[in-house]
C-alpha cells in the first residue's frame, strides 16, 4: 500500500524560506514521478512542481527561481525547498505521486494525474 508522509510545514514571514519533505512508501519499482500541489482557501487545487523518474523536473510559473523539488533516491523522499515565500504562497500542500514520466511539463502535473495523496500540510506566510 502507497503512504506519502509530509512535514515541515509551518508560518514563516515573507521572504523566508521552508523545506517540505515527503517520505514515500509501498511503491513497487522506482518508475513514478512525485509531485507537490498546493490549495488556498476558496480556490482549486493547483500543481506547484513535479520530479519524475529519471529527475526531470517541472514547475509552475509562479514559483519559478524561488522554489526547487529535488529527491533522495535512497531515502525515497521528495523536498520541496521553498525560498523568498510570499503571502501568496499561502496553502494546504500536498504530495502527490503517481506511475508516469511528466516530460518536463505542468501538462503532466494535474491533480486527476495523480492517484496517491499525501495528508497535507499548512504553508503560511505571514506578516
Known amino acids: 500500500q502507497v503512504q506519502l508522509v509530509e512535514s515541515g510545514g509551518g508560518s514563516v514571514q515573507p521572504g523566508g524560506s521552508l523545506r517540505l519533505s515527503c517520505a514515500a512508501s509501498g511503491f513497487t519499482g522506482r518508475d513514478y514521478c512525485m509531485a507537490w500541489f498546493r490549495q488556498a482557501p476558496g480556490k482549486e487545487r493547483e500543481g506547484v512542481a513535479a520530479?519524475?523518474?529519471?529527475?526531470?523536473?517541472a514547475y509552475t510559473d509562479s514559483v519559478k527561481g524561488r522554489f526547487t523539488i529535488s529527491k533522495d533516491k535512497a531515502k525515497n523522499t521528495v523536498y520541496l525547498q521553498m525560498s523568498s515565500l510570499k503571502p501568496e504562497d499561502t496553502a494546504m500542500y500536498y504530495c502527490?505521486?503517481?506511475?508516469?514520466?511528466?516530460?518536463?511539463?505542468?501538462?503532466?502535473?494535474?491533480?486527476?494525474?495523480?492517484?496517491?495523496w499525501g495528508q497535507g500540510i499548512l504553508v503560511t506566510v505571514s506578516s
Open positions: 502527490a505521486a503517481d506511475y508516469h514520466r511528466i516530460w518536463g511539463s505542468m501538462g503532466w502535473v494535474q491533480v486527476n494525474q495523480f492517484k496517491y
Open positions: 520530479i519524475d523518474a529519471v529527475g526531470i523536473t
